[in-house]
């Protein structure tokens, strides 16, 4: 199993970014995906996830409205559009399923700053 997160970076608030988590090793369609997030000092959270047909969909209330988690299952990939950004959205960004445990990707960081 093997989640890679890319599209990270620096934004400035009010900007966007769209995140995506390439997934290999496993049945994607077949699963649930959400995004967590990490800030400094903070517990980790869960940001959205997406059922595994992608007609379900859940988000923090922080980020409703916002941000929107989306799936291609002919590309394995998860993706997160996140606009209006904010800088308490400052964090690392991580993919995650559950495939026989939690599997988790190795992140990539948003920071959003002027």
């Known amino acids: 199993v093997q989640l890679v997160e890319s599209g990270g970076g620096l934004v400035q608030p009010g900007g966007s970014l769209r995140l995506s988590c390439a997934a290999s090793?496993?049945?994607?369609?077949?699963?649930?995906m959400s995004w967590y997030r990490q800030a400094p000092g903070k517990e980790r959270e869960l940001v959205a996830s997406?059922?595994?047909?992608?007609?379900?969909?859940n988000y923090a209330d922080s980020v409703k409205g916002r941000f929107t988690i989306s799936r291609d299952n002919a590309k394995n990939t998860v993706y997160l559009q996140m606009n209006s950004l904010k800088p308490e959205d400052t964090a690392v960004y991580y993919c995650?399923?559950?495939?026989?445990?939690?599997?988790w990707g190795q992140g990539t960081q948003v920071t959003v700053s002027s």
């Open positions: 995650t399923t559950l495939v026989d445990r939690r599997r």
């Open positions: 090793g496993f049945t994607f369609s077949r699963v649930t």
């Open positions: 997406i059922n595994s047909a992608g007609g379900t969909t």
